[in-house]
């Protein structure tokens, strides 16, 4: 613990030379994870009693064999608040009144109107955008009293999850795009497939229609990740959709053109999602490799496209050995997310 919250301190002091200068703003982007949540605490009493409320939070997913969290949490008192100023994310627990360091920080960040929100007594949740370096995102979790403060902080543990993980996405695709996309790319799979997706540059297009097979492989390296859309003509693509015994083969089908490996039955799992605007179903399991001894998770989305009388199938996955898979896929499904089946606007 204490050598990574070193290294953190490092990587500002140094200038953060790996994590890139952003000349959208005159400051430097925060380093490490958007997994990667500092948790402060106004009040050293709180330290210690923070374990409902932190697996309230987060949430734990399976990769294969291995469990993950959503978060990773790091708890600091009073005495350390100022480690918080190394993260991406933060999350400020303020018991109004307590005269501490945190508390003058907070008096110096918030607004007037955010102050006297605060201190009105009953539970108060209020964002604050890059306050230390550009790409941070904290809340500040407010309560006169001790109690109401750790009560009111679990019961709003769902929505800052969700938050997080939105603000997250928002920030992932800026980088994305102040990096450079590959339009060129972009635009011929619009005009060749009739889908649009940002795709950023350090992707590039691997596999277009194998051997005829309706899809497309993206893929970048370090480790190795690669998103592939493919497609099934239907009749009817929502009752296809409807029924998922069919998204299943879908996704087996997919594997074995693309990639030329097989699903694990007994990994899958459905969850409700969304690409874009859309509600879509998204299917998490394993894949394991017919070309080598290896395997590693994926996730699929399904969607109907009426249109053009096809489902389509996008599909992320991973292959990084002994690493955590969370970040990778996180960063995927934000890419995802940008997927449509309506032409882009010049």
Same mark, same amino acid.
């Given at each position: ?21 952003? %000349? ?15 948790? $402060? ?17 987060? &949430? ?24 918080? %100023?190394?993260? %991406? ?14 508390? %003058? ?26 306050? =230390?370096?550009?790409?941070? @995102?904290?809340? +500040? ?10 009560s009111f902080a679990t019961r709003e543990a769902a929505g800052l999850r969700a938050r997080f993980e939105a603000k997250s996405s928002e920030r992932i695709m800026r980088r994305y795009r102040f990096e450079g996309l590959d339009t060129q790319l972009m635009a011929d799979l619009w005009t060749r497939h009739r889908f649009y997706l940002e795709i950023p540059g350090a992707y590039r297009l691997n596999q277009e229609l194998p051997d ?22 239907? $009749?009817?693509?929502?009752? $296809?959709?409807? =029924? ?24 899958? $799992?459905? +969850? ?18 017919? &070309? ?5 998770? @994926? ?9 053009? &009388? ?25 890419? +995802?997310?940008? @997927?449509?089946? &309506?032409?882009?606007?010049?």
């Open positions: 613990m204490r050598l990574r919250h070193t290294c953190l301190i490092l990587a500002m002091v140094l200038g953060l030379g790996a994590c890139g200068y952003d %000349k959208e703003k005159p400051i430097f982007m925060a380093p490490g994870s958007y997994g990667d949540i500092a948790i $402060v605490v106004s009040d050293a009493a709180l330290e210690g009693a923070l374990d409902g409320f932190k697996a309230a939070i987060n &949430q734990e997913y399976t990769f294969v064999i291995s469990r993950e969290n959503l978060f990773n949490l790091d708890v600091y008192g009073p005495d350390r608040w100022e480690l918080c %100023k190394g993260y %991406k994310n933060i999350i400020v627990l303020w018991r109004v009144g307590d005269t501490g360091p945190v508390e %003058k920080e907070m008096r110096h960040l918030l607004t007037d109107a955010a102050q006297a929100r605060a201190a009105s007594g009953s539970g108060v949740v209020t964002e604050f955008v890059e306050p =230390y370096a550009s790409y941070q @995102f904290g809340v +500040v979790v407010s309560a006169t009293d001790r109690n109401s403060l750790l005829g097979y309706p899809g497309v492989e993206l893929m970048r390296t370090g480790p190795s990740r690669g998103i592939t859309v493919a497609w099934s003509q239907s $009749v009817d693509p929502q009752l $296809v959709v409807d =029924y998922k015994p069919l998204m299943v083969e879908l996704r087996r089908e997919l594997g074995l053109k693309m990639h030329h490996e097989d699903i694990v039955e007994d990994s899958l $799992v459905w +969850v409700e999602d969304t690409v874009g605007e859309r509600s879509a179903w998204r299917l998490e399991g394993a894949w394991t490799s017919r &070309q080598f001894d290896g395997g590693g998770p @994926f996730w699929c989305w399904f969607l109907p496209d009426p249109d053009n &009388q096809r489902v389509i199938c996008i599909d992320a996955l991973c292959y990084a050995p002994g690493l955590d898979k969370m970040d990778y896929f996180r960063r995927m499904r934000t890419i +995802v997310q940008t @997927f449509s089946l &309506q032409r882009p606007q010049p």
